[in-house]
């Protein structure tokens, strides 16, 4: 098992490991937390080679996407950097990428009544909010206390003593990312656990893809 101890702060600057084959052999991955178990929960970067392909399969307990650069697709159509994806358990499809592509995937990490699929493209102006303190956010799902934003976090904006509960996952996008234990460019993938108090701040505009309330914890879930 790789980063499975969900009370642990997990921190990874994946823009500094190597790229590891997968199944498919143009299909490559950097695993960021996993089971043994296969089919089972893992969180991943994944870059497709132009050209390449997965034959058709499903997740029995979903797939969510980010699609970080590239063009991602499948038979339902093309889905080019900065779609959101979330296809719901046992959906079926078979996906490829013909110019090359880089995802964030998450893997059989659904609540059990979770049937909504979503393609949103974030990079379209429509849907973002003025949240906290400047903050911009585009919400991108919510389901049983579940909640998935893009956030634009405005340069010398500063915040005390965030915490969440079912814990934190933030993925850097641009700009830079501090709290009072570092430093985070983009590419840090971020795992803070049920109720972790931090202070997060950014000295540069910073876009971020984060969830919040779904992480495992003993005596909550």
């Known amino acids: 098992m790789l980063n499975m101890q969900f009370d642990k702060r997990v921190i990874i600057n994946t823009s500094k490991m190597d790229w590891q084959s997968s199944s498919v ?30 034959s058709q399969h499903a997740h029995p307990l979903g797939e969510e996407i980010l699609v970080l650069d590239g063009m991602f697709s499948d038979e339902t159509g093309d889905y080019p950097v900065g779609t959101y994806l979330r ?22 990490q659904f609540s059990a009544n979770d049937h909504q699929k979503v393609c949103i493209n ?4 429509q849907g973002w909010i003025e949240g906290q303190g400047r903050l911009m956010i585009r919400p991108l799902h919510e389901f049983n206390g579940e909640q998935v934003a893009m956030i ?28 009072e234990y570092g430093k985070y460019g983009p ?20 876009l971020l893809w984060v969830k919040v309330g779904h992480l495992p914890y003993p005596g909550v879930r």
């Open 87 to 108: 296809n719901p358990p046992n959906y079926s499809h078979t996906p490829f990428s013909d110019i090359g592509c880089c995802l964030l995937i998450k893997l059989h």
């Open 25 to 54: 052999e143009a299909v490559f991955r950097k695993p960021l937390s996993r089971e043994e178990v296969e089919p089972g929960h893992a969180t991943s970067i994944v870059k497709y080679s132009p050209n390449s392909s997965f």
């Open 152 to 179: 634009k976090w405005p340069a010398g904006q500063h915040f005390f003593n965030i915490s969440h509960f079912c814990g934190e996952e933030v993925y850097v996008l641009e700009g830079e990312y501090r709290d």
């Open 187 to 206: 590419g840090t993938w971020i795992r803070n656990p049920h109720m972790f108090e931090y202070n997060p701040y950014a000295e540069e505009d910073t």
């Open 122 to 125: 974030t990079l379209n102006e």
